[in-house]
């Protein structure tokens, strides 16, 4: 619901709701009126435009969207209650009588707030025109005077050269600055892609390199691997050395010595016997015996020292075989390493041109964005005050976000705008200069201290010379320099002529004096004065 009033309500049409509810009472479904307003207002027919039912308006077709509904109440002015002389009082007549006056000084108090400019409903620092316009205004000539679309028409060639001058003298401080910027960007978009491109060169030389010396690590422990392989299992000299033996070469001589020795054993063993079952052989041949037994027992000692040698050469050349097995593991996974790294991922070069850098990188691919002002930008967020400018905008131009929102992935046509409203993804722009607000807000101050207005009630008193409602209005001016209209809003059929009188006037406030010249004892009667004071 758009306003309220105590006999009146205002709805935006949206082209197809059809039922619309009040608030307020009525006497007679006729006395229920109903508005289409737009450039014009349009009243619609009861019975051929929409019918009452309860406290709901049913339309035949929907409002248009951008026109406004209003369902109004308008009771008739003549009595539904008549009197006759000697008639018995009735409570539901008395009632009907006392609802029918009741909604006519409703819909009087609403007339009266429809009939001038107020602030509006639910912005009580904005004047609310209620769809009217202001007409037989004179062109202004002080600062705070209202301008009229005759006085726009016939200065329009000295206010357009005004925008001009100041749009070009924004231009120039906003080439200044993007050049100054251009100037900057520019310097350090050199330092920063020498910077990029010499420690990329750095990169790759230092990867070619250890690319290179993992290649002669790989193959240094291939060779390593196989050199461990040959001195444990080769037939020959490993190294070509004559007299080097391989673990299986030493591991075979002792195999062949320890078989040597034990035949020999056992050659002395059976000698030692024959002599010993020939007690009366000479003594030399036993000394003989003796000895040859010790000669093959040093012999088997020596054939048990070399099996050790054999053992412990295999041992560490089965250690040999793990190194070298480990180095060709760790020189694979530094090729691996190597075969994973893409220059083209590293930026190659950065270029700037027109206010605008280009980043583009091995692979070719490039990225383009503005420098040196805040341009209106693509999927991004922004929040209700945020400024942003546009290159497809006169420079004299810029957008103020006006509700909160992300911008779409393509900028919308700068040339076809609908008012002064941009809207962009989710987000709404306002147009704007750097004059026209501080204009306004400048206008809009000076008028609000020039005009004020209002309504009070006076109740009537009877004296010697009449009735009369003597009131006093409180005002806010500098001095006592301003003019004072009086509008009786409240009527009767009864009333002779009456009269409004403004008294004293000072900086705070004015007196006035209602004189009725009635035809019936009024005592005591409320009636309504509205009064407006405009400061010279």
């Avoid at 392989?229 to 010595?257: L, Q, Y």
């Avoid at 403004?502 to 705070?508: F, I, L, P, Y």
């Avoid at 009024?522 to 407006?532: A, G, I």
């Amino acid at each position: 619901m758009a306003k309220e009033r105590k006999a009146s309500v205002i709805y935006e049409g949206n082209a197809s709701q059809l039922v619309y509810a009040f608030p307020f009472d009525y006497l007679r479904k006729k006395f229920v009126k109903v508005e289409d307003i737009y450039t014009n207002i349009t009243e619609l027919t009861m019975g051929v435009d929409y019918t009452v039912e309860d406290k709901q308006v049913r339309l035949v077709k929907g409002i248009p969207l951008g026109h406004s509904v209003k369902i109004y109440r308008e009771t008739t002015t003549a009595p539904l209650v008549e009197w006759q002389d000697a008639s018995v009082l009735r409570s539901a007549d008395l009632s009907l009588q006392e609802v029918q006056l009741l909604h006519l000084a409703e819909e009087t108090a609403d007339k009266v707030f429809d009939s001038g400019m107020s602030t509006a409903y639910d912005n009580p620092n904005c004047w609310d025109g209620q769809y009217k316009r202001i007409i037989n205004a004179l062109d202004p000539i002080e600062d705070g005077d209202v301008v009229t679309l005759r006085y726009i028409k016939s200065n329009q060639d000295s206010l357009l050269n005004q925008l001009k001058n100041t749009g070009a003298t924004q231009n120039s401080s906003i080439v200044a600055t993007g050049d100054t910027q251009n100037a900057r960007l520019t310097a350090t978009g050199d330092t920063q892609n020498k910077r990029i491109t010499d420690t990329g060169n750095a990169y790759v030389s230092t990867m070619t390199t250890l690319k290179d010396a993992t290649a002669t690590k790989a193959n240094d422990a291939s060779n390593s691997a196989e050199l461990s392989k040959m001195w444990a299992m080769s037939s020959s000299s490993p190294d070509g050395v004559s007299g080097n033996k391989s673990a299986k070469i030493w591991a075979e001589e002792a195999k062949t010595s320890a078989g040597n020795s034990a035949a020999s054993a056992s050659a002395s063993a059976s000698s030692a016997n024959a002599s010993a079952s020939s007690a009366t052989n000479s003594a030399n041949s036993a000394n003989a015996s003796k000895q040859s037994a010790s000669a093959s027992a040093n012999s088997a000692s020596a054939s048990a020292s070399l099996a050790s040698d054999a053992s412990i050469s295999a041992s560490n050349a089965k250690i040999s075989e793990t190194n070298a097995d480990n180095s060709a593991k760790a020189a694979k996974q530094s090729e691996e390493n190597a075969k994973t790294w893409d220059p083209t991922q590293y930026v190659q070069s950065v270029t700037e041109s027109n206010g605008k850098v280009t980043v583009t990188k091995g692979d070719g691919d490039s990225t383009t964005f503005n420098a040196g002002l805040n341009i209106l930008a693509r999927n991004k967020a922004y929040a209700v005050g945020d400024i942003a400018y546009s290159p497809n905008l006169p420079s004299y131009l810029y957008l103020e976000c006006t509700k909160a929102g992300t911008t779409g992935a393509t900028e919308p046509d700068m040339s076809t705008l609908s008012g002064a409203i941009v809207t962009d993804g989710t987000a709404k722009f306002s147009v704007k200069t750097v004059c026209a607000k501080e204009y306004v807000d400048a206008c809009v101050q000076s008028i609000s201290k020039r005009i004020q207005y209002g309504t009070v009630t006076v109740k009537t008193t009877i004296n010697d010379s009449g009735q009369q409602g003597n009131f006093e209005i409180p005002v806010d001016f500098p001095d006592a320099d301003y003019s004072v209209q009086l509008t009786l809003a409240s009527t009767f059929p009864y009333f002779g002529d009456t009269t409004l009188v403004v008294g004293n006037k000072t900086t705070t406030s004015f007196t006035g004096i209602l004189w009725i010249n009635s035809r019936e004892n009024v005592s005591s009667y409320k009636m309504l004065v509205e009064w407006l004071a405009i400061h010279k």
